[in-house]
T-cell receptor
Framework: GQNIDQPTEMTATEGAIVQINCTYQ??????LFWYQQHAGEAPTFLSY????GLEEKGRFSSFLSRSKGYSYLLLKELQMKDSASYLC???????????FGSGTRLSIRP | EPEVTQTPSHQVTQMGQEVILRCVPI?????FYWYRQILGQKVEFLVS????????KSEIFDDQFSVERPDGSNFTLKIRSTKLEDSAMYFC????????????FGDGTRLSIL
């Protein structure tokens, strides 16, 4: 079977750093994506990891360990607009299908 | 920046009726997808489409559903004999190629079945 686990909710303070974890079990692995989704809107692509290690893109970084089936999304210098759901998604053995986790709803407080 | 566009933004339909959801993928993209998200739940894959044929579909995508690329720009999802449980947000996505190319999502069509 295929399973993606991430915390349901997290809260952080404006200006701080937050790490959102994701663990996955899939048949095969062809990459892991992070998407941001504001309420009532479409998912927006943030990052992609296929090799182990850290990918940095501005305030956002994503890490992957394939042997552990583990990834995290790191958000720095948090802003109020970062309040959203963050979706961990994996492309398993499929050539095209992405399996989404249930998402982590991040709330930023002043 | 090019984007995926979907119409209508909201569709209200009586149970049992047919609906067609429309999408215009990013112009140089080759792969097209439909996903759905029931309110409060996760995004679920429905189908992928490449080279004028379905390349993969989920167990959700049964005979009630069909996709078509009627011309060089549009990509449609048809749902026949709609049921109450078909009420959801339907997202179209496209990508340049598979692998590490991200799938870019449209703003979605909110389908409400009465």
């Amino acid at each position: 079977g295929q399973n993606i686990d991430q915390p349901t909710e997290m809260t952080a303070t404006e200006g701080a750093i937050v790490q959102i974890n994701c663990t996955y079990q899939t048949s095969g692995f062809n990459g892991l994506f992070w998407y941001q989704q504001h309420a009532g809107e479409a998912p927006t692509f943030l990052s992609y990891n296929v090799l182990d290690g850290l990918e940095e893109k501005g305030r956002f970084s994503s890490f992957l360990s394939r042997s552990k089936g583990y990834s995290y999304l790191l958000l720095k210098e948090l802003q109020m607009k970062d309040s959203a759901s963050y979706l961990c998604a994996v492309k398993g053995s499929s050539a095209s299908k992405i399996i989404f986790g249930s998402g982590t709803r991040l709330s930023i407080r002043p | 920046e090019p984007e995926v566009t979907q119409t209508p933004s909201h569709q209200v339909t009586q149970m049992g009726q047919e609906v067609i959801l429309r999408c215009v993928p990013i112009s140089n993209h080759l792969y097209f997808y439909w996903y759905r998200q029931i309110l409060g739940q996760k995004v679920e894959f429905l189908v992928s489409f490449y080279n004028n044929e379905i390349s993969e579909k989920s167990e959700i995508f049964d005979d009630q559903f069909s996709v078509e690329r009627p011309d060089g720009s549009n990509f449609t999802l048809k749902i026949r004999s709609t049921k109450l449980e078909d009420s959801a947000m339907y997202f179209c996505a496209s990508s340049g190629r598979q692998g590490n190319q991200p799938q870019h999502f449209g703003d979605g069509t909110r389908l409400s079945i009465l």
